[in-house]
Nanobody, 123 residues
Framework: QVQLVESGGGLVQAGGSLRLSCAAS????????MGWFRQAPGKEREFVAT????????YYAKHVKGRFTISRDNAKNTVFLQMNSLKPEDTAIYYC????????????????WGQGTQVTVSS
């Protein structure tokens, strides 16, 4: 079992930056692939970025590639999402999730989810 708690969301102007964190409980965090997903009002949840258990492999949705960076610190049981050059269309609730396979593929089986953190980008 893994429990996930996101933080770092907030209100930012277009062009600004935010860094999201996801703190995980459990001794097996280092074996899980991790991902960030988001859901905007009236839309389905979508993939943003994922990372393998080792951090060696990362995957990005094309609309965030070059602006967002996913990383992890297994010693601190934490995964991060650095978001730069934010746009109003990035406004959403951002969720982190854990993939037991460790591969961190975007279409993997993410069994554990956090409660989400709101990101609002004003124009």
């Amino acid at each position: 079992q893994v429990q996930l708690v996101e933080s770092g969301g907030g209100l930012v102007q277009a062009g600004g930056s935010l860094r999201l964190s996801c703190a995980a409980s459990g001794r097996t965090f280092g074996s899980y692939g991790m991902g960030w997903f988001r859901q905007a009002p009236g839309k389905e949840r979508e993939f943003v970025a994922t990372i393998s258990w080792s951090g060696d492999s990362t995957y990005y949705a094309k609309h965030v590639k070059g602006r967002f960076t996913i990383s992890r610190d297994n010693a601190k049981n934490t995964v991060f999402l650095q978001m730069n050059s934010l746009k109003p269309e990035d406004t959403a609730i951002y969720y982190c999730a854990a993939d037991k396979s460790g591969l961190g593929w975007p279409n993997g089986l993410y069994e554990y989810w956090g409660q989400g953190t709101q990101v609002t980008v004003s124009s």
